[in-house]
């Protein structure tokens, strides 16, 4: 969808709101709504806010579209891939044969670094020595439990 109308109305379908619910949830008359859905009405941002909060959407996602999610979800889910490799490749360097439940926590300990606590992963390449000694003490510490 390419216009932030259409995002709009497509947002209250998948959220299972009538005309009349949303009108109604917003404090706004069903008008108003298709006025908005219509491109008929320009809308601030902070309606843009309470709209996504209303639909339970990401306003990101609501403003600019699929697109830019899906952007993002690819780069993470790439990011993951590379950690998984990462973790992998370390252990295999250190002969350690790591059980399941340590490789996944040691996977998502390099990503909340990497990620910082967002959801999107930076757009640098992973610098694997920012990790090795992380993963070298997670996993020496497992075989010698």
């Known amino acids: 969808m390419e216009h932030l109308y259409e995002r709009i109305?497509?947002?209250r379908e998948?959220?299972?709101l009538s005309v009349?619910?949303?009108a109604?949830?917003?404090g706004v008359s069903r008008?108003?709504?298709w006025r908005m859905e219509n491109k008929a009405e320009t809308i601030s941002a902070?309606?843009?806010f309470i709209l996504a909060a209303i639909y339970q959407v990401d306003p990101y996602t609501l403003?600019?579209?699929?697109?830019?999610t899906t952007t993002s979800r690819a780069q993470l889910y790439e990011r993951i891939g590379e950690v998984v490799a990462l973790v992998e490749a370390e252990a295999q360097k250190l002969d350690v044969k790591p059980p399941p439940h340590l490789v996944g926590e040691a996977v998502v300990e390099v990503l909340k670094q990497e990620t910082k606590g967002e959801t999107s992963p930076d757009t640098e390449p992973l610098d694997v020595t920012k990790y090795q000694g992380l993963l070298a003490l997670l996993f020496k510490q497992a075989?010698?439990?």
């Open 24 to 26: 109604e949830k917003l």
């Open 46 to 48: 902070e309606r843009l």
């Open 31 to 33: 008008v108003q709504i």
């Open 20 to 22: 009349n619910e949303a």
């Open 9 to 11: 109305r497509y947002a």
């Open 14 to 16: 998948c959220a299972g």
């Open 63 to 68: 403003f600019h579209g699929v697109e830019a």
């Open 143 to 145: 075989s010698s439990e």
